[in-house]
Nanobody
Framework: QVQLVESGGGLVQAGGSLRLSCAAS????????MGWFRQAPGKEREFVAG????????YYVDSVKGRFTISRDNVKNTVYLQMNTLIPEDTALYYC???????????????????WGQGTQVTVSS
């Protein structure tokens, strides 16, 4: 089992940046593909970005391509989401999640993610 704790959320003006972090503990962090999801009020939780166990093959939902960057540090057991040029539509509760996968695969299906953090709130004001 792995425990995930997100941090780095907050209130930012449109056009600003935030960097989310997700610290993992428990089983070996590098055993899991990692992903970031978000859920806005009244909406379903949606996939935002994913990264493979080795740290390659990043994948993004179209709405954040070119603005968000996912990365991971398997020594520090942490995955990051750098968010630039934020817009009000990015406002949501952001979750990190872990999925079992092959070494080079990125997981985009929400159903495959087994472990979830509690979330960190991101609010973008216009």
């Amino acid at each position: 089992q792995v425990q995930l704790v997100e941090s780095g959320g907050g209130l930012v003006q449109a056009g600003g940046s935030l960097r989310l972090s997700c610290a993992a503990s428990g089983r070996t962090f590098s055993s899991y593909a990692m992903g970031w999801f978000r859920q806005a009020p009244g909406k379903e939780r949606e996939f935002v970005a994913g990264i493979s166990r080795r740290g390659g093959n990043p994948y993004y939902v179209d709405s954040v391509k070119g603005r968000f960057t996912i990365s991971r540090d398997n020594v520090k057991n942490t995955v990051y989401l750098q968010m630039n040029t934020l817009i009000p539509e990015d406002t949501a509760l952001y979750y990190c999640a872990a999925a079992e996968s092959s070494y080079s695969s990125t997981v985009t299906s929400r159903q495959r993610y087994k472990y979830w953090g509690q979330g960190t709130q991101v609010t973008v004001s216009s």
